[in-house]
């Protein structure tokens, strides 16, 4: 009796929480009912006021599908033609670590507000200096129009790409944030339900095919896992990681930007204000109360359209799909040190918040480009102690531009260079080292392993998926500063 009081509790909540969702968009958008329309809702093709932040008849948020609707635009030409060209710093993406304004020639172009990079227009020559020096792409340079120049895959409303029955959702698709992410995941697993309907016979009779097999368990495979789950389709989740990869390994106690989502078979989810370690535990009681089959440790290496199926590889076993959703991310694949404590979570692939490391003692492992501008961005942090490891005797293929400051920042004293190195272990609080050969022990709270890995886009290219330039209007989450 508890129990059913109890679910029946638990289904008027979320009743109750969704209702007010959908009640919010549409007072948004009833608010506007004297406003001229805009186009049609994507998904629903209800009109949409415009101006609308949601759609009135789906109550799904109108922005997820600013770069899907965006115009496919020629590759920018070197002399800029069409424009000053100008600096573009994406708000969702600065980590605000400021090492585009110490690559900025201009001074005064580039400065730091709060958190955010600031770019002066009036100062800004277009140099791109800065695109090369942010460790997180989160700059670009256009010609001077109110857009974000971005390489997005092709993808229609429904997520589907070019080639059929691959869908890109969440970051690789091109928008960064959890919520888009959630909601893409939640569309493309609907339009598989709606053109696959459960229990059609399968083309090749073989009972191991499943539905639909989602690559990544982010945001956006996670949701896209569940809403394959709701609807009773045959699927598997596959992660080359743990569950939530990306946020996992966000900064301890990072705290989340504040956004309402509805999650498939869980209701609306509130992660205002909330740590990564909260977000981790809530979809972990998602995954552990539905029973969804994430198949974590399996990094798909290849797919092979086979007839009307797709051939998933992984590392460990290979998998057949009438469909296939990527929930990727942008973030690739990183190559690893293979060394005893590299999972600890004070180990990094990315340079994230690099403010989170102030004070802390840092080692970076790589000799290349994205090392060394890690190394100076970390540098620039209060007092952070920074060494780089690299297994070369000196820094090979790197920018000139980058070699000059870095042996700048080595006689200011910044940062510190450990040639002939090599991390054999890692443990909480220390790193053991050979260096030219002597096994040292250094102290240590984190290590960023920056040694290169495989970029997300050549995965989607070797399966025939278009990749073409847009311009994205500058909305809520991207931003043309200063
Ligand atoms: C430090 C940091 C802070 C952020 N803070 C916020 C915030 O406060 N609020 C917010 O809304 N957003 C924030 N973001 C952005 C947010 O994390 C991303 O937009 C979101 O995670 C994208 O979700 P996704 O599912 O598309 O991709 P991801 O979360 O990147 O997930 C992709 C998954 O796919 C897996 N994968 C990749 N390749 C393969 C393969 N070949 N085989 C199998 N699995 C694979 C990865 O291991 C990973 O688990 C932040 C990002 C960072 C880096």
Redesign the pocket.
Known sequence: MQMFLTTIGFFALTGFFIWRHLQAGGASAGGASVRASGPPCARCSAPVPSGSQFCPGCGIPQQIFEVVSAGISAPMSADGTGGAMRALVRA?MC?GCATCVAACPEDGALTMRGKLAVVDNALCKGHGDCVAACP?GAISVNAGSAANRVQVPLIDVNFETNVPGVYI?????G???????INE?KIAAEHVARVLPPGEPRSDGDDTTVDVAI????????SAGLEAHRRHLRYVV??????????R???RH????A?PVSIPLYGDLW?ADASKETLLEVWQTIVANTGLDVQAG????NIQRDGSLFRLQ?DKATYTARRVVL???????PRKLGVAGEELDKVFY?I??MEAFAGRRVMVVGGGDSAVESALGLANQQGTEVLLSYRGDALSRVKDRNVEKFERAIAAGKVKALFKSQIREIREDVVVIDIDGDKTILPNDHVFVRIGGEA?YA?LERLGIEIVTKDVPIGGDSARAG
């Open positions: 969702d980590v997180v959702v969440g970051e690789l698709g928008r960064g944030l959890i919520k888009n992410a995941g690559v990544g368990s982010g945001p956006a495979g996670l596959l992660e080359q990681g743990t569950l939530a990869d990306t946020v390994k966000y900064p990072k705290l989340l930007l956004e992660i399996q990094k798909v290496v992984t929930a990727m991310g942008r973030r690739g694949t990315d994230v918040e997300p995965f």
